[in-house]
Structure formats: structure tokens, C-alpha cells
């Protein structure tokens, strides 16, 4: 077993709810603590898992609708601004195709606020093409775009044992999604909406299964639920096409690599 952990910091999508935060996850493998998107709610998961913000190296933000991105301010600003601790690790902060016309728009209602000293932080907009992936160290970043917005991504990441964990974000049926998880040790996968409710540009819990299986994934967890999920047994639909385990998504819910 390597040292990898994976914890869910929200399962849930734009509509508020206290058991459901927006949809993120925390990988934290060797030294690095990365975040994958950062959605309301997402930094009090973070408190409650006992990670302060201060010790996230790596932001990947898999797109800039307000539910996977609307924490950027607040993190950036309380960054900025600590009373008794500052950041000793660079962030490093990654998107697709118009990170930076993103952030500089935020800059132009926030300004100097949310401008950390500089080396404190650095923006990677990724070619949403890429093939190699990317050495960072303690992991391997690869990255494929989505079918939700011009901007999306799902994220691979490879610890150094080789152990991958790959998140979807947002996204309706994508080939690429399938080359992207091939083998992976635990896929966290969008499953917005019962398959009866299917919902352009989003999955469904057979949809997310098929793409696990076609995958050959290990573990496949449903996340990004919405509330009309809580009436269906999901994991019954996503067993319909995907035969390994199956976890439901649940705030803070942890998985060990």
C-alpha cells in the first residue's frame, strides 16, 4: 500500500445542502496536497478534514463554473492575509484553455486582494491536447478535455507507486474520459442525475459505469450528485454496466491507495 489517501470534500453540485458540498476532492501523496476544484463549502470540508489551506500545493480546477470554482477568492484572500501563519509552498494552480483571462477577470473585481507576494502562486493554463503528462515531483499530472465546457478537463493523477486516480468533473459520454481512467486504481466520476433524468452535459450512474468499465477502472465512486439522486438507488443503475466496486459519494468518505 503506498501512501496515498484520497478524501471527498464534496459530493454535491450547486444546490445548497449541509450534507453536500460542491463537488471536490483532497489526493495527498508524499508531500503533496492536491485539490480538485474548489466550489462552495469546499474550505470548511477542508477545516473538518483538518487541512488548512496553507498546505495545499496544487489547485486543479477542472472548470470555472461557480460550483467547482467559486472558492478561488475567498482561498487566495485568506492566504494573503493569515494571523499567524504564511504560505512556505508555492500554489500551483492548473486549468484549461483561458485559466489566465479567468484569473485576470477575478483581478479586475478583487484587484490587489487577491494578488499573493510573489513565488506564492503560479497559474498553468494546459493545452487541452496534451499527451505527455506532466512530472511534478511527487506525482504525474495528465490531463484530456470534457464534454461540458470549452475549458474542461478530467485530471489523472499517478503517485509514485504507480497508483492513478482520475477525476472526471463535469462531463457528459467521452472517449477520452475512457484512455484517461485505463486501469486506474479509483475513478471519481460525475454521476449528476438518475439515469431516467439524463441531462446534456452530464453523466448518469450506467453512463459513469460504462466508462468505468470500458475503463477497466478498480473502483468507480458516483459524485456530483444531485439532490434527486437521494431517491434512486444509484449504485444499482451504475451496476448495470460496471461489474467492480462501486462507492457513492459522501462528504469527507476517504479512500487509501
Not at 501512501?3 to 489526493?27: F, H, M, N, Q, Y
Not at 460504462?210 to 468507480?220: E, I, S, T, V
Request: hydrophobic share 40%; with cysteine; aromatic share 8%.
Amino acid at each position: 500500500m503506498s501512501e496515498t489517501k484520497v478524501t471527498i470534500l464534496g459530493s454535491g453540485t450547486c444546490v445548497p445542502r449541509l450534507d453536500r458540498s460542491a463537488c471536490a476532492a483532497l489526493i495527498e501523496t508524499g508531500s503533496a496536497k492536491i485539490l480538485m476544484d474548489l466550489g462552495p463549502g469546499t474550505i470548511r470540508r477542508l477545516l473538518e478534514y483538518g487541512v488548512s489551506i496553507f498546505d495545499i500545493t496544487h489547485l486543479m480546477l477542472s472548470h470555472f463554473h461557480p460550483d467547482h470554482s467559486a472558492e478561488l477568492v475567498p482561498f487566495i484572500f485568506a492566504t494573503k492575509y493569515p494571523a499567524d501563519r504564511r504560505r512556505d509552498k508555492r500554489l500551483n494552480v492548473f486549468g484549461g484553455p483561458g485559466l489566465n483571462a479567468f484569473y485576470a477577470g477575478l483581478q479586475s473585481a478583487y484587484g490587489d486582494w487577491i494578488v499573493l507576494p510573489k513565488g506564492q502562486m503560479a497559474m498553468h493554463e494546459l493545452d487541452t491536447q496534451r499527451i505527455a503528462p506532466l512530472d511534478l515531483g511527487e506525482f504525474k499530472l495528465s490531463a484530456r478535455p470534457t464534454f461540458h465546457r470549452p475549458e474542461s478537463l478530467a485530471f489523472r493523477i499517478e503517485d509514485r507507486h504507480g497508483h492513478a486516480i482520475v477525476y472526471s468533473g463535469d462531463t457528459d459520454e467521452c472517449e477520452e474520459l475512457v484512455g484517461l481512467a485505463h486501469k486506474a486504481d479509483l475513478f471519481i466520476c460525475e454521476s449528476a442525475m438518475p439515469d431516467e433524468m439524463k441531462v446534456p452535459g452530464h453523466l448518469t450512474p450506467s453512463l459513469a459505469g460504462g466508462l468505468a468499465a470500458k475503463a477497466g477502472a478498480d473502483r468507480l465512486v458516483l459524485t456530483h450528485l444531485y439532490p434527486q439522486c437521494d431517491a434512486v438507488d444509484i449504485a444499482k443503475q451504475a451496476r448495470s454496466t460496471y461489474k467492480g466496486k462501486i462507492f457513492v459519494a459522501e462528504d469527507l468518505m476517504t479512500f487509501r491507495l
